[in-house]
T-cell receptor
Framework: GENVEQHPSTLSVQEGDSAVIKCTYS??????FPWYKQELGKGPQLIID?????GEKKDQRIAVTLNKTAKHFSLHITETQPEDSAVYFC??????????FGTGTRLKVLA | GAGVSQSPSNKVTEKGKDVELRCDPI?????LYWYRQRLGQGLEFLIY????????KSGLPSDRFSAERTGESVSTLTIQRTQQEDSAVYLC???????????FGPGTRLTVL
């Protein structure tokens, strides 16, 4: 079945530095890739998403890139701030409600 | 406006007991989903409701797990004869329609002793 691998599992960066989280998916029919941020004690919240007809998408300090040939996509956070500290999940979908999630990356931004 | 709410936030039970977990979706959202999140793992899809019917139950791990939804609103996930491996955070999400953004609740942390 579909599988999504996510790396790294933990990531520590200094405040102001950039953070990159990478995911690889197995099903080439996947065409929708959301990223979720989960803060302690809360449910995941969608922060950005990308569809397969686009190679890159930006929203302020957050960007996502997609390489369909290699079947991988990445989340880039620039100028990191302490409030960016959370667990980030990538997911892949074939355009339906059923998302396959990665195992998560715990990001720590050190002040 | 109000988001997705879940209750209880924490549940500790003994092996073999039944538990019920509740989800109140965002008002007007026709689609509702249950996920399981084991420690250090990603979210596993359990079941999807469209209105009050469940066209996709493919993620339910065993026949000890069941769910229902009434009034196109509240949903209850029931786990019978709980086992220690059922310990996890159970997340509920809802979306306006099937393929729209999913909004998650805060989850119920279930611990089976």
């Amino acid at each position: 079945g579909e599988n999504v691998e996510q790396h790294p599992s933990t990531l520590s960066v200094q405040e102001g530095d950039s953070a990159v989280i990478k995911c690889t998916y197995s099903d080439s029919a996947s065409n929708y890739f959301p990223w979720y941020k989960q803060e302690l004690g809360k449910g995941p919240q969608l922060i950005i998403d990308i569809r397969s007809n686009v190679g890159e998408k930006k929203d302020q300090r957050i960007a996502v890139t997609l390489n369909k040939t290699a079947k991988h996509f990445s989340l880039h956070i620039t100028e990191t701030q302490p409030e960016d500290s959370a667990v980030y999940f990538c997911a892949a979908s074939k355009g339906t409600y059923k998302y396959i999630f990665g195992t998560g990356t715990r990001l720590k931004v050190l002040a | 406006g109000a988001g997705v709410s879940q209750s209880p936030s924490n549940k500790v039970t003994e092996k073999g007991k039944d538990v019920e977990l509740r989800c109140d979706p965002i008002s007007g959202h026709t689609a509702l989903y249950w996920y399981r999140q084991r420690l250090g793992q990603g979210l596993e899809f359990l079941i999807y409701f469209q209105g009050n019917s469940a066209p996709d139950k493919s993620g339910l791990p065993s026949d000890r797990f069941s769910a229902e939804r009434t009034g196109e609103s509240v949903s209850t996930l029931t786990i019978q004869r709980t086992q220690q491996e059922d310990s996890a955070v159970y997340l509920c999400a809802s979306s306006l329609t099937r393929n729209n953004e999913q909004f998650f609740g805060p989850g119920t942390r279930l611990t089976v002793l």
